[in-house]
């Protein structure tokens, strides 16, 4: 669903219904192909942020170039319009843009080191360290249930975590999923850091 409202948000006033909704399911696959190209890529993208907003994004501003209807102040070439020249140049400066911008502000990040937490906050969990699990997981604004003596440690310790360097620690290996490609199944592991 959000796929396809990301790739109608660019020419949602310059197209009609049934466009929108072709728009929109050509849309959610588009988003399936560059998620499954991201994980094959094994780019790191938890939230699918690139599927979602970045190639649907780009298909919602191609799409305007190919079914805007002028009659509702389109111009697209479906249309013998000439359109599909001025977004293709506006998906460049787009990407141009927010790559500019975007690169600025984690080259700042990244020298003030703002830009990843501790390796011990990231064992531990930012749920547990900074989103206070005891309220966010209590079920429906019921008691929060009685924790685990291991989460009651992890609860105590907080602070002093914060606080202490962490140890020096093996790396946290975890396994790859049983789909993953080109990967041997007995050494389906890797490292989750860089």
Same mark, same amino acid.
């Given at each position: 669903?959000?796929?396809?409202?990301?790739?109608?948000?660019?020419?949602? !006033?310059?197209?009609?219904?049934?466009?929108?909704?072709?728009?929109?399911?050509?849309?959610?696959?588009?988003?399936?192909?560059?998620?499954?190209?991201?994980?094959?890529?094994?780019? $790191? $993208?938890?939230?699918?942020?690139?599927?979602?907003?970045?190639?649907?994004?780009?298909?919602?501003?191609?799409?305007?170039?190919?079914?805007? $209807?002028?009659?509702?102040?389109?111009?697209?070439?479906?249309?013998?319009?000439?359109?599909?020249?001025?977004?293709?140049?506006?998906?460049?400066?787009?990407?141009?843009?927010?790559?500019?911008?975007?690169?600025?502000?984690?080259?700042?990040?990244?020298?003030?080191?703002?830009?990843?937490?501790?390796?011990?906050?990231?064992?531990?969990? !930012?749920? !547990?360290?900074?989103?206070?699990?005891?309220?966010?997981?209590?079920?429906?604004?019921?008691?929060?249930?009685?924790?685990?003596?291991?989460?009651?440690?992890?609860?105590?310790?907080?602070?002093?975590?914060?606080?202490?360097?962490?140890?020096?620690? !093996?790396?946290?290996?975890?396994?790859?999923?049983?789909?993953?490609? $080109?990967?041997?199944?007995?050494?389906?592991?890797?490292?989750?850091?860089?």
């Amino acid at each position: 669903i959000l796929a396809g409202l990301v790739s109608i948000t660019a020419g949602c !006033a310059s197209v009609r219904h049934w466009e929108a909704i072709l728009i929109g399911a050509i849309g959610g696959g588009v988003y399936c192909f560059a998620s499954e190209l991201v994980r094959r890529l094994r780019i $790191d $993208d938890v939230v699918d942020a690139f599927a979602v907003h970045g190639a649907c994004g780009i298909w919602g501003v191609l799409a305007l170039g190919f079914l805007g $209807d002028p009659e509702v102040g389109g111009n697209g070439m479906f249309y013998q319009g000439n359109q599909l020249g001025s977004q293709l140049l506006a998906i460049l400066i787009i990407i141009g843009w927010a790559g500019d911008i975007s690169g600025c502000a984690f080259a700042l990040l990244h020298w003030a080191d703002f830009l990843r937490l501790s390796d011990a906050f990231q064992d531990a969990g !930012a749920d !547990a360290m900074e989103h206070s699990p005891r309220k966010a997981y209590s079920h429906g604004g019921a008691a929060p249930r009685k924790q685990e003596p291991a989460q009651q440690d992890l609860a105590q310790q907080q602070e002093p975590a914060q606080q202490k360097p962490a140890p020096q620690e !093996a790396p946290l290996k975890r396994p790859l999923p049983p789909d993953w490609p $080109d990967m041997d199944p007995a050494t389906r592991v890797t490292e989750t850091r860089l």
